[in-house]
Nanobody, 121 residues
Framework: QVQLVESGGGLVQAGGSLRLSCAAS????????MAWFRQAPGKEREFVAV????????YYADSVKGRFTISRDNAKITVYLQMNNLKPEDTAVYYC??????????????WGQGTQVTVSS
């Protein structure tokens, strides 16, 4: 069973940066594709970024392209989301997920507990 623990969220001013981390553990976890999703109050969970198990094929939602970077370190079994030039609309709970490469929630069977990101204007 895969377990995911996110960290790195917090409060930041617009234009600032944060780096989220997702520590993974469990059998064969390094063979899973990994993604970040986010959920704002009153909204559905939405795709942010995904990366393959090998660290290739990063793909981003249009809303974060050019500002966010997903990466992974399989030696540390950790996935990162570097977020630059943050905007108030990026405010949400950010979730790490493990599964099969894609952009929809149903592609991922393991989820972390989430970390809050709040961007003030």
């Amino acid at each position: 069973q895969v377990q995911l623990v996110e960290s790195g969220g917090g409060l930041v001013q617009a234009g600032g940066s944060l780096r989220l981390s997702c520590a993974a553990s469990g059998r064969s976890v390094s063979s899973y594709d990994m993604a970040w999703f986010r959920q704002a109050p009153g909204k559905e969970r939405e795709f942010v970024a995904v990366i393959s198990w090998s660290g290739e094929r990063p793909y981003y939602a249009d809303s974060v392209k050019g500002r966010f970077t997903i990466s992974r370190d399989n030696a540390k079994i950790t996935v990162y989301l570097q977020m630059n030039n943050l905007k108030p609309e990026d405010t949400a709970v950010y979730y790490c997920a493990a599964g099969s490469w894609g952009t929809t929630v149903d592609r991922f069977g393991a989820w972390g507990q989430g970390t809050q990101v709040t961007v003030s204007s």
